[in-house]
């Protein structure tokens, strides 16, 4: 057997399905407790605020924490794509995270509907009193700024380990504090997917596409400027984790 054989089942075999069920289980993790945060008042008769606005930023972080070094922990093909356009994740393995995504997205949104909230509408994105162009400005404007600090946060020049958990989190629970209000804070096409088509409701959808790609693709400008073309080595590793 040729050395290059070799190293295509060690890729097979080992590489690529542990990334590809880190981002389902990250993924599936994340709509889960972004959907049931709606559900926390009529459950437990406390207040749903705390939950809606924490808990998406707070499980990121946690999750960033427990499966970057396997897969990145991209849990959002937004974020996929920046790294991809960075020259920072290889395009061989986009279509399996994107498919890993969506996938989790799918099972999580399926266990809130139908086991957690009994079959109702529950964890929809919804404009609120704002038109539809402004709803995809807020998209954009969220997006961005998450967009640009996990990259910022990746980069060798600014690389802190660890610590891009609770920057990634922090700014995740800022723009939901600051824009759910407007049109939920989405900034994941998965997550708003999942939602509407376990719902049957598609009102808007393109709203949580069309927002979060232009919020990203501006990102992905920005740091070309801030910081050049990408190719980073350390951002590359923190971008697919740190597998052979």
Known sequence: ??????????????????????EVVGTFLLVVIAMSASLSDSVTGLGGDPARLLGPGLTVMAIILATGNISGA???????????????????RVADY???QLIGGLFGALLVRFVLASGKVVGL???????VWQGIVVEVIATFLLVSVILGTASG???????????????????????????GASMN?????????IDNNYLHFYVYIIGPLLGALIAVGVAYALRGSGHDPVASQAAQGKLE
């Not at 891009?164 to 939901?176: K, P, W």
């Not at 096409?189 to 088509?197: F, I, K, N, T």
Request: no cysteine.
């Open 189 to 197: 096409p998965v997550r708003s997917l999942v939602a509407e088509v």
């Open 1 to 22: 057997m040729s050395t290059r054989n070799i190293t295509i089942i060690q890729y097979i075999e080992k590489s690529r399905p542990r990334r590809f069920i880190g």
């Open 74 to 92: 991209h849990l959002n093909p937004v974020v996929t794509l920046a790294f991809y356009l960075r020259g920072e994740f290889p395009g061989k």
């Open 125 to 131: 994105n919804q404009l609120g009193s704002v038109s």
């Open 98 to 100: 994107l498919l890993g």
């Open 157 to 183: 020049s600014q690389n802190v380990g660890p610590l891009s958990a609770l920057a990634v989190g922090g700014t995740i629970i800022v723009d939901t504090v600051v824009f759910a209000p407007f049109s």
